[in-house]
């Protein structure tokens, strides 16, 4: 029998490559989704049962139907900066859906649940300490979630993710607006670049959740894990020379047209090989993502 | 030109006390309050100006129209076991509302904030292990407000409490329990009674939230602290023979007459006194407590 695998967040880049892969791997794919997503242009949109919920809803009757082996709780609501009107929607969709999640778990006798949260709750390297109120809702989930794990016995693991990227990325993240500058030669008001960022080709993210997935399937006993996807480390000056150096073109940036955001991370946490989801490493490179797209 | 407070969960036992002596020490005293509270029996309802709001309600006009010296928060939403259809109202009342709070006194020039945690986040002496759904939707609201903290440069000072008692305490809290079984006659099923609870007089703690706005203005800089308000030790068994010794008669308890709760607290967390309240120390003795109510 396959196993079964409920994914939130499946409209969302990762969570959309990490259910073409369980598919691929033989797992049945069930999705919460919000009753407003446009699921028709999704490639798998045949092959995964979606259930609409609402906000607030209670996930009980969904999660104790479906019985996952394991749930994949990729969804969030990402606000770099928050207005004042988006604090109950940080709250709503980062911490009140994850508790709703795992209560549902709880009640059903599912077990297993991979949860992701951000490097950011890491500010200058704190154990604690969030760079923008999205990070702080991150944290305020993994609190709630480990009520849960302690006293209903879930399994859980929480993955930090860094930056991301990939084919097929329709947010616009910094890899995309530097190759799009080199192409275009359109000039690219850039911050001094001293910052650091971490990077992870999407694969090699989806590959970290898949092996988390078999570590929570190996564990005869509880697991009860915060785990890192650290990939490339490059300031950002470096990585927007590497890309016009293997595009051949001198990428039209201006360093230090634009000042740092408020709260730039400078050096993001840099976590040991054994805070790592282990038996995990990266195996594609920014290069060889630059050299595909170029093609 | 007197000080402002604005005091949330004033219809609580707590807050109810504080606002009393915040008047009498001649502090100008507002309070947010749902709409559906009774205030009419309130001492103080002539001299606190109440300010009505609704669930996720946006507090910037009514805490910038206060614009408050100090914001006392004491609002919380109390169970000790939840039911699935209280988790929306847990992390509504306990992590929504003070993020809403904050959020307006970061966009008011409000800077000062004493939050009102539990000593129950830190089950079996662990840095961060909630005992309930209640105790980890209050380490939530710290983990949410340190971003204000640091990001708008609040000062906050968090008080965790531990249990308390008084005068006039209308939950069913362990003290009022034995008094009443005392004077009744009727026997009491108890747990085996070997947990330590840890109890302070109201008045103590109310002393513990005058302190901690003292300092707050003493201090030029920023306060970001955790404090805790522990006060008189003791296991329930003792506990309750002395309830029955001081008020002169056999206290008639079954211990063991019911099992201890789920996730029952053995031991409080024991801060150092370098963890407590500075300069604080509890005036008020359980047994001079009960030589009150006896009387």
Redesign the interface.
């Known amino acids: 029998m396959s196993r079964r695998a409920l994914v939130t967040g499946i409209t969302g880049f990762i969570g959309g490559k990490l259910a073409e892969r369980l598919i691929a791997d033989g797992w049945s794919v069930d999705a919460l989704v919000r009753p407003n997503s446009d699921l028709s242009t999704l490639p798998y949109a045949d092959t995964v049962t979606f259930h609409q919920i609402s906000d607030?809803q209670?996930l009980?009757p969904v999660v104790g139907q479906v019985k996952p082996d394991v749930v994949f709780h990729l969804a969030s609501l990402y606000l770099a900066e928050h207005r004042?009107?988006q604090?109950?929607a940080l709250?709503g969709s980062n911490?009140?859906f994850p508790?709703?999640l795992a209560?549902?778990m709880a009640?059903s006798g599912v077990t297993r649940l991979i949860n992701t949260g951000t490097a950011w709750q890491q500010?200058n390297g704190a154990d604690?300490?969030?760079v923008?109120?999205y990070?702080?809702?991150k944290?305020?989930?993994e609190?709630?979630l480990?009520?849960y794990a302690?006293?209903k016995s879930l399994s859980l693991v929480t993955l930090r993710l860094f930056d991301t990227y990939g084919e097929g990325d329709k947010r616009r993240k910094l890899i995309q607006i530097l190759v799009d500058a080199v192409r275009n030669r359109e000039p690219l008001a850039m911050s001094p670049g001293e910052q650091i960022v971490d990077l992870t080709h999407v694969d090699d993210v989806v590959n970290a959740f898949i092996l988390t997935a078999e570590r929570l399937f190996a564990e005869s006993g509880q697991l009860r894990e915060v785990r890192y996807v650290s990939g490339e480390r490059q300031r950002v000056r470096d990585l927007a020379e590497m890309v016009g150096r293997t595009l051949g073109q001198k990428i039209p940036a201006d360093f230090g047209g634009r000042p740092y955001r408020?709260?730039e991370v400078m050096v993001p946490p840099a976590p040991g090989e054994d805070e790592m989801v282990p038996g995990w490493s990266p195996i594609h490179t920014i290069k060889s993502y630059l050299l595909g797209t170029s093609a």
């Open positions: 607030g209670d009980t004042p009107d604090v109950g709250v911490i009140l508790t709703l209560e549902a009640a500010f604690y300490l969030p923008n109120l990070a702080a809702t944290q305020a989930a609190d709630l480990l009520y302690d006293a408020a709260r």
